[in-house]
Structures are given as C-alpha cells and as structure tokens.
T-cell receptor, first 113, second 113 residues
Framework: DAGVTQSPTHLIKTRGQQVTLRCSPK?????VSWYQQALGQGPQFIFQ???????QRGNFPDRFSGHQFPNYSSELNVNALLLGDSALYLCASSSVERIYGYTFGSGTRLTVV | GENVEQHPSTLSVQEGDSAVIKCTYS??????FPWYKQELGKRPQLIIDIRSNVGEKKDQRIAVTLNKTAKHFSLHITETQPEDSAVYFCAANSPYAGNKLTFGGGTRVLVKP
C-alpha cells in the first residue's frame, strides 16, 4: 500500500471537455505534485501544491489548473481537452521538509477521443 | 532548468547477466538522484536513491554510482531475474527546485530466461 490514493483509475473524455482528477496524499505528507506521463515517456512535472497554494509549475498551459484542500488532498483540472492530453496522470506526495519520501499514486489513465 | 538524459532506451539481457543504465544531468546544483521501477500499468516505485555526498550506494543486487564532476549517475543490476523486467527511470532534484523531480526518458529492461 503506497498510501497515495488517486481517483478515478480510468477516464474517457471527448475533445473540448473538462476533467477533474483527485489525489489523497500519504498520511503525514503535506505536499502534492502532479505529473503527466505520456505513453513510453518519463513523467513530466505539471505543478506542485503546498499550503493550498501552487508553489511551482512546469511547462504546461493554463488549461491545467489545480487546487489543494486543507486536508492536503488535491485536484487537477484540465479544460478544453485535446487528444494530446491523453496520458497517465500521476500524483506524488511528500513532506515539504524532505524530498526523500516521495511517493507516487497509481495514477489516472485519461483517454481523450 | 534541469535536464536529465537516460540511455539506453531499451536493454535486453540474459537472466543472470548484469544490466547498466546511465543518466546525465545538467544542473550542477542537483543533489538527490532516485531511481524508479515501473511495471506495466503500475505506479513508479522507488528502488534506490543516492545523495550528492555519496559516490556509491548498494542494496542487494542493485547499486547506484554518482560522478558529480561529470554529472552522471548509473544504475547497476547484477544477477538479473525475469522479475527485473520493467521500465526504469532516473530522476534528479535540485535544492532550488523544491520537491520537484526531473525524470529521464526511461529504459525498458527485458530479462530473457
């Protein structure tokens, strides 16, 4: 049990639609990072949330947005879906004080048709 | 920002042989280098990591070496077994990047029985 929970596990959406993915971090972790993993590639950093604020952002358009709640859980929202947004979306939790306890969830497989 | 390159992209070895995967990074400030194993349809799982104040670390059949001067690090798997077949990712973190990991493109390892 990795302790990081993501939902849903799979999702199929149509181009132009909007999607919300959810993540509950491991107990004791306060930081949530989101990654996009396209097929056959390494995870790409989307953004990171701590204290309910976006701390860092990768090279992703504004269509990607997020939120962190007081209980440290987080949501990733993607608007105006494109075919190229099809990927595995991974959530990773950690403690702001140390990166060494980085734990990934099982991911949400998003397919845009 | 940090850039991590990983090679080879695919590696096929005979059971019992050794496998070596190499990564280079661009940010000389990076000081934490984890390796993840990802089996098909599953989450990336941390298998070993190394910090910049150490040149080598070993855990049973797995070892990682770090050359800070050359900015490269390597994963060594000895006495490979079929269950070692997976995709392996290297990553790097700079203390100036918070809890953000930059990943390499991955190496698909196939251990032939």
């Amino acid at each position: 049990d990795a302790g990081v929970t993501q939902s849903p596990t799979h999702l199929i959406k149509t181009r132009g639609q909007q999607v919300t993915l959810r993540c509950s971090p491991k107990s004791g972790h306060d930081t949530v990072s989101w990654y996009q993993q396209a097929l056959g590639q390494g995870p790409q950093f989307i953004f990171q949330y701590y204290e309910e604020e976006e701390r860092q952002r990768g090279n992703f358009p504004d269509r990607f947005s997020g939120h962190q709640f007081p209980n440290y859980s987080s949501e990733l929202n993607v608007n105006a879906l494109l075919l190229g947004d099809s990927a595995l979306y991974l959530c990773a939790s950690s403690s702001v004080e140390r990166i060494y306890g980085y734990t990934f969830g099982s991911g949400t497989r998003l397919t845009v048709v | 920002g940090e850039n991590v390159e990983q090679h080879p992209s695919t590696l096929s070895v005979q059971e019992g042989d050794s496998a070596v995967i190499k990564c280079t990074y661009s940010d000389s400030a990076s000081n934490y280098f984890p390796w993840y194993k990802q089996e098909l349809g599953k989450r990336p799982q941390l298998i070993i990591d190394i910090r910049s104040n150490v040149g080598e670390k070993k855990d049973q059949r797995i070892a990682v070496t770090l050359n800070k001067t050359a900015k490269h690090f390597s994963l060594h798997i000895t006495e490979t077994q079929p269950e070692d077949s997976a995709v392996y990712f290297c990553a790097a973190n700079s203390p100036y990047a918070g809890n953000k990991l930059t990943f390499g493109g991955g190496t698909r390892v196939l251990v032939k029985p």
